[in-house]
């Protein structure tokens, strides 16, 4: 997993080795001033030697010169690396979903793929800028300030062979401790997001019942797991404080007793003794910095993981980049087709069928019998288990996937518009499309007559998602986009719901006229959008149980008069 | 999950405002608290002073003297240091104890807030939810309560410690030495200055940070929305090159902001060092022309003095950078109490729903055990006895104005009755103004003009709680909560039984895909129901309506396309809901509406045409191009 993560340093990978470098730097300055104070106090002040004073004065001075641009050149670098690591692991990440396969996205939910590309790699980032900076600074410091500690003081270090273990210890515990209580609390925090979150998208439920006491319990609820485990967490930290002040003050003690025995009998200086206090208060906070660090980088593994995870997920379709790139005609052949989701599911079975290039099909069928499925083929959204679908005369598998997708279009039934203009939107389907192609699209799928009375026309605005458009508008502005890219088949799934029966009926009367040759596929809910195809598909828990023309249907079918009969006896208001 | 967006101006508006009430908030229950927390802070700051002062008066008044003396006498050196470690023993367990203070203190106050915010969300009128987007309100829930928590639990003692030590720590090295304490003074400036300079364009830096990053993260949760739409139109090329660019433009931005956040370290630190070999040089010429101890300059001193320096400009540090964490608290501080300061639903009402006897001659007594039947407790301002009036569900609405804003009226004299029984059905085109009537029905809106009554009584003067009781919603879009299913049906009555429950699935056409479910009725909800169909949440929303038994039922019919089946499913159920109820449909289906004893088509927010299916039929009007699909209604 670190390997996945931290291969994508790429060409930041200088800036990342520099970093510790110039940590290294800085720490060796900050650790060298002490002494060199020491020695201003011993061989300048004690001995009145003025000269030596400020030439060690110069000296340090220097030193805090040098540390502060190794310090502020490791801000920089540290900085470029991590963002720059940041952006590399996005960008791939984003292509990496991008090429997945439709199988590929199910896998995933959307929420948490969005998760994975905001909130962790923000996470990531941080950790990585520690990692390179904080995590070599720590330990370098108190490497060095032991060394100094040895060499001022000798027999004094001993201090700090008790110390640092005692001290290591505890913060084992206290953060081993905490660590459990603060994910515990977070925890406590997606239940908290939640339920005020429902409460918002559900008020209106929660005051026409009057459950707002309800609510309030649930909330109170996840409220007190939060307040119990930061609680539980915070009181175990407050040790920390206390318990860092006790050590300091001990070694404090320790080395005053030991220090003066040592200057008593001549091993030691004042000043040296005086190097030896800081050097404490450097030993002390480097080792409480690297447990923090450590903490943290502990919480951000699990986006470590959840970045990977996506990284190493090899989109499952092979998009087939020298395959055949011109498709013959719109015709469409199933040639017993078995498909599933998983391994062990099974939507369709040995599924046959003919369609002729410029036919009208209707598909219906209840929820679940396999029409989304069907047509999902066509366009090799996804792979078939068995059988094999062919397009134009040759198995799907055999074109050049985007040469196939752009000679089939597909108006999805969960169809999105983006944020932009109407005609933004409307070039998905064909960015060099004229204003005439585009005016003739939505002639077709009558969505001109409403754009054109907008006071901005094809430039109006589209919000995120096309909210500022009504269901019907947005299904018609969808099936312009799709019929722009002059396909050879167009499959409409269940794309017209929501526009009324005669607008209905007036784009399938288009289609029919305006773009003979076109194959099209339509699937829908309503008899009277199919009525008039030239086969209707019947789809009955994954098989086909009858196809033909409605008179056909209609005269040996019961389930299709039984539909029928439904349908025109107490159909929808909409209709 | 994308926060940034929401983060909110960055400065308080009123700080002192918001100060004073956030203190009020976290003090104004715990005065005891805070005195003891004042004293803690106190002893801790004066042990801070004591034990820099100690290392110089050791070094002066036990190490110089017995420097190359044989067998000095070691007693007074160990009796020094065992009084040192008495007094800070004490201090530490003072921090101890003002850590673990602040720890209850803190948490206890964030919890009244987050339950007072909460408690104040759900008493806020719908117009409050219809004006304010979701994400900013999640925003005052999570961002601003972190900010504040932030602040009470580690700024707020912070920076009362560091100006009290800063006080006691001047005043020390004033009487130690004014010269040297001109030399801190000095360099504290300067050091404010820096980080002050550096935070400020930081500050610049970090705002354009997060605008991209919005931008980003913006981008990123469209196209992940999309993204089948995106492979189905072969975008995929396009798409990842227009994200490349805005990630670019986020690398840089990220780039700087984060550069001058890491070097206002390295900056400060060293501007110290400097310090540091300034007092040193200064003490030292000092010390060697006075010839040492005759100035009262002597090695202890300087010691001394380094520790006091030291923890001078630590403090300064850190009050210069808890200032603005304390403006950004304090600024998320103001819009909770912005939350908190709205105006709550406000309910006049004094007319009581109560169990009720009605004996044969229609005479209603009130009851205190439950009966089944149910009556309105009228007490009167007149002085005259409480009248009590059966429920039964009558309805009439006369001359009703109503607009969301005050002189914007989206509805215009809306004038109907429903008798005890009767279907009545609101047909028109979006934006009519179908919903906003059933809206004004349970008083999730009042209306500007005109009355309604429910079984001849004002509805203004029934409590709101109780007219709500009596009123059932099925709202167009099924919400469900996370929870059991038979959870989410007894949202409708929580003393609901087992069997109660059942009968009411039963009722709804819903038991039978219950009990396909693994759990049955035990089967976990999560996230709005995401596990079920549209129908099946249809469903169970007219399930729940059915256990709340009231006599009124509002019905938006979802418009969504479910199949066949479920659809008729779905109409049973709801047609066995309806009977024997009053119910105001918004229709979208044929058989509904033609059952209807009255049908309403609305236009503008007026009723343009009235009266059952074969009238409207016959008129030709509107109903009549709406029912022959000539006119599109969503």
Known sequence: MLKTLLSRVREYKKFAFITPLLMVGEVAMEVLIPTLMALIVDTGVTAGNMDYVFRVGIIIVVAAFLSLSFGVAGAWTASKASAGFATNIRNDLYSRIMDFSFADVDKFSTSSLITRMTTDVQNVQQSFQMMIRICVRSPIMFIFAIIMVYHNGGALSLVFAVAIPVVAVCIFFIFRRTYTSFTNAFRGYDSFNRVVQENLNGIRTVKAYVREEEQLGKFEEATETIRANFKKGQTIMALMGPLMMTVTYCCMIAISYIGARLINIGHMETGELMSIYTYTGQILSSLVMTGMVIVMLSIAHASMVRIAEVLNTKPSMDTNENGETAVKDGSVEFDHVSFGYGKNSKVLSDINLNIKSGQMIGIIGNTGSGKTSLISLIARLYDVSNGSVKVGGKDVREYNLNALRNEVSVVLQKNTLFSGTVAENLRWGNPEATDADIKAACDVALASPFIEAMKDGYNSHVEQGGTNFSGGQRQRLCIARALLKKPKILIMDDSTSAVDTATDSQIRKALREDVKDLTKIIISQRLSSVMDADQIIMMNNGHIQDIGTHEELLSRDADYRDLYETQTRGGNLDD | ?634
């Open chain 2, 1 to 634: 999950m994308i926060r940034a967006r929401n983060a909110g101006g960055a400065r308080a508006k009123d700080p002192k405002k918001a100060m004073k009430r956030v203190l009020s908030l976290v003090f104004g229950e715990r005065k005891l608290k805070f005195v003891f927390i004042v004293v803690c802070i106190f002893i801790s700051a004066f042990s801070i002073v004591y034990s820099s002062n100690f290392l110089g008066q050791f070094i002066d008044g036990y190490v110089t003297p017995i420097i190359g003396v044989e067998n000095p006498d070691w007693a007074p050196v160990v009796r020094a240091l065992v009084q040192f470690a008495a007094i800070v023993s004490v201090s530490v367990v003072f921090n101890y104890l003002l850590s673990r203070t602040m720890v209850s203190i803190s948490q206890d106050t964030l919890y009244d807030i987050r339950i007072k915010m909460f408690r104040k969300l759900d008493s806020l009128p719908i117009s409050y939810f219809d004006q304010n987007q979701h994400g900013t309100i999640m925003s005052r829930f999570s961002n601003d309560t972190d900010t504040l928590n932030q602040f009470i639990s580690n700024s707020l003692v912070q920076l009362l410690q560091a100006i009290i030590t800063l006080v006691m720590v001047f005043v020390t090295m004033i009487m130690n030495s004014w010269i040297l304490t001109l030399v801190v003074v000095v360099f504290a400036l300067l050091t404010m200055k820096a980080s002050s300079s550096i935070a400020k364009r930081s500050g610049r830096q970090f705002a354009s940070q997060q605008a991209d990053l919005a931008d980003v993260n913006g981008f990123i949760e469209e196209m992940m929305n999309g993204q089948r739409v995106i492979k189905v139109f072969c975008h995929e090329g396009q798409s990842k090159e227009d994200f490349g660019a805005l990630n670019q433009k986020l690398r840089k931005s990220m780039t700087k902001g984060n550069t001058l956040a890491n070097a206002m370290g390295p900056v400060t630190m060293n501007i110290g060092n400097i310090q540091y070999v300034a007092l040193v040089v200064i003490g030292a010429v000092v010390v060697i022309l006075s010839g040492g101890a005759a100035a009262g300059y002597t090695i202890g001193l300087l010691a001394a003095f380094l520790q006091l320096s030291r923890s001078f400009s630590n403090n300064v540090n850190q009050i210069s950078q808890q200032m603005n964490m304390v403006l950004l608290a304090l600024a998320g501080a103001e819009r909770i109490f912005e939350l908190l300061d709205e105006e709550s639903e406000t309910d006049d009402g004094y007319v009581m729903l109560v169990n009720a006897k009605i004996d044969e001659n229609g005479n209603v007594t009130e009851s205190a055990e439950k009966t089944g039947q149910w009556a309105w407790k009228h007490p009167h301002h007149d002085g005259s006895p409480v009248t009590y009036t059966p429920l039964r569900g009558d309805i009439v609405m006369k001359d009703v104005d109503f607009g969301y804003v005050q002189d914007k009226m989206v509805l215009h004299d809306i004038s109907l009755y429903a008798k005890p029984g009767q279907k009545i059905a609101f047909v028109g085109s979006t934006g009519a103004g179908k919903t906003t009537i059933t809206n004004l029905l349970n008083r999730f809106y009042d209306i500007q003009d005109g009355k309604i009554r429910f079984d001849g009584i004002n509805i203004n003067k029934i409590k709101k709680d109780d007219l709500r009781h009596s009123l059932g919603m099925i709202l167009q879009d099924t919400n469900l909560f996370t929870g059991t299913i038979k959870e989410n049906i007894k949202f409708g009555k929580l003393d609901a039984t087992d069997e109660e429950v059942i009968a009411a699935a039963k009722l709804a056409n819903a038991h039978d895909f219950i009990m396909m479910m693994p759990d049955g009725y035990d089967t976990m909800l999560t996230n709005n129901g995401e596990s079920l169909s549209q129908g099946q949440r249809q469903l169970l929303s007219i399930a729940r309506a059915a256990i709340a038994d009231p006599p009124v039922l509002v019905m938006d019919e979802a418009t969504s396309s479910i199949d066949t089946h479920t659809e008729a499913l779905v109409q049973s159920g709801m047609d066995k809901l309806m009977e024997g109820r009053t119910v105001f449909v918004i229709a979208h289906r044929l058989s509904t509406v033609r059952n209807s004893n009255a049908i309403m088509v609305l236009d503008h927010g007026r009723i343009i045409e009235r009266g059952d299916h074969d009238d409207l039929i016959a008129q030709h009007g509107v109903y009549y191009k709406l029912y022959t699909g000539a006119v599109e209604l969503d």
